[in-house]
């Protein structure tokens, strides 16, 4: 069973980098046929596709047009984890923001969430 | 980026109605297309992949059609726990979007 857990602060200032990671347990960060991705949810915005990052042969990313200028999203594979790094956040990126695994075009493992406030 | 319209934004619905939410993508995406249940405080959870094929797991009840640009989800007796917000999203192109979701209420 797949399972992803999110670590992070729940509250970041203006102008400062907001910084989470999702652990994997029951799958591999190297593996060939998924995606680890970042989605967010708002009132304003509804579910957002931030960003993903996927292993065939190398390491390639994808990132959102609306935050390209401001994203960052990692694996590490010595433990197993991805992060997400936002810099320069607004209070527009107030939202929740999971983390998820994309296979075969769909997402069927979510991390449980973390609600982060950009505070003014 | 795809756009994806879902509706209604909301309804209201009895233990037994059938209910049937729609998805309309902005161009032709295939059979790309999966539907998420959430509740509220928790993830999305997949219920329908590839516009009609059941995730393990999630009852019969649940069901999806259509190609190309429009779809839907039907239940087909709506239970107790069925009461959550429905989303649409496509996956034939980077990146996924989302339809803006249906909320389904008891009447």
């Known amino acids: 069973q797949v399972q992803l857990k999110q670590s992070g602060p729940g509250l970041v200032k203006a102008s400062q980098t907001l910084s989470l990671t999702c652990v994997i347990s029951?799958?591999?960060?190297?593996?060939?046929?998924?995606?680890w991705d970042w989605i967010r949810q708002s009132p304003s915005r509804g579910l957002e596709w931030l960003g993903r990052t996927y292993y065939r042969s190398k390491w390639y990313n994808d990132y959102a047009l609306s935050v390209e200028s401001r994203i960052t999203i990692n694996p590490d594979t010595s433990k197993n984890q991805f992060s997400l790094q936002l810099t320069s956040v607004i209070p527009e990126d107030t939202a929740i923001y999971y983390c998820?695994?994309?296979?075969?075009?769909?997402?069927?493992?979510w991390g449980q969430g973390t609600l982060v406030t950009v505070s003014s | 980026d795809i756009q994806m319209t879902q509706s209604p934004s909301s309804l209201s619905a009895s233990v037994g109605d059938i209910v049937t939410i729609t998805c309309r993508a902005s161009q032709s995406i295939a059979n790309y297309l999966n539907w998420y249940q959430q509740k509220p405080g928790k993830a999305p959870k997949l219920l329908i992949y590839?516009?009609?094929n059941l995730q393990s797991g999630v009852p019969s009840r649940f069901s999806g059609s259509g190609s190309g640009t429009d779809f839907s989800l039907t239940i087909s007796s709506l239970q107790p726990e069925d009461f959550a917000t429905y989303f649409c999203q496509q996956s034939h192109s980077t990146p996924p979007t989302f339809g803006g979701g249906t909320k389904v209420e008891i009447k």
């Open positions: 029951g799958d591999s960060v190297s593996r060939n046929s998924a995606t």
């Open positions: 998820a695994r994309f296979f075969r075009n769909f997402v069927d493992y």
């Open positions: 590839a516009a009609s």
